[in-house]
Structure formats: C-alpha cells, structure tokens
C-alpha cells in the first residue's frame, strides 16, 4: 500500500511522463536542435513575445542565466535567435527570434507530428480534452505561486 500524500503521486506522475515525453521529443526534432533550444523557439512563438531578455528567459524556463546564456548563445551561432545591446541598459541584451528560428521551430513541430498517431492509440483524444483543462489550471497556479 502507497502511503504518499496524493499530491506527491500526482506530480511523480507528472514528472516520469515528463522525462519519457521528453527523451520521444528529443528523438522527433531535427538533428541539432536540442530540447532547451527548441522550447526557447517554441516560447516565443506560442506567447508572441517579439523580444525578452535572458533574465526574462532564464525566469520563464526556471533555470539560471548562465545556463540560459549557453542556450541562447547556440542558438544566436544558428542564426536561430538575434542577440542584440539593450538599448535602455548598455549591460543588458535583447533577444528576438530570426525568420529562420521561426521556421527551425515550424520543422520542429511537423516532425513532432509523427507523435501523434501513437499517442491517439495510447489515449482516448476525449480523455487529453478533459485532462487539459485541469493541467492548464494547475501550471497557472504554479506559475502565480512562484513569483
């Protein structure tokens, strides 16, 4: 018999699905495009943000800066990312995503398409709706919690 609180089972769940969707993600992208870079496109295309700042990527992606710089500074190597001064704060860096990082991300998601057809026969798609909701409530929340 289990006796873990239910909200540590809940987010155990959460957390092996998170790293077997992840190592099938990482298989599906185009070669050289690694996990962290492709979320990094991702994020500014599913917020529409035409510029953040590393700190403002670092705090999204709950990592620290250097590690966001590392990321970054591969993806500006690709041309995926432009890097460019803050023009407020000489210090400080703008990044914005290229044409070409838009499109990386689009090749990204067509080979992510080839997931799919096996999660359709792993899940009932009436069953990803109904879980949806709550799983976009509960990121939310969390989200809200830690700044």
Known sequence: MN???IAFDFFNEIGIIDQLAGTLL???LPSGLTRAQFAVLNHFVRLGHDER???????AFQVTRPTMTSTLS???RDALVSIRDDPADGRAKRVSLTDKGRAA???AMAAIGTLLPMIDTMLDPGDIAAVLPVLRRLRIALDAARD
């Open 3 to 5: 006796a873990d609180p």
């Open 26 to 28: 990482e298989r599906a």
């Open 105 to 107: 991300r689009e090749q």
């Open 74 to 76: 591969r993806l500006a």
């Open 53 to 59: 700042s590393p700190a403002q990527l670092a705090s």
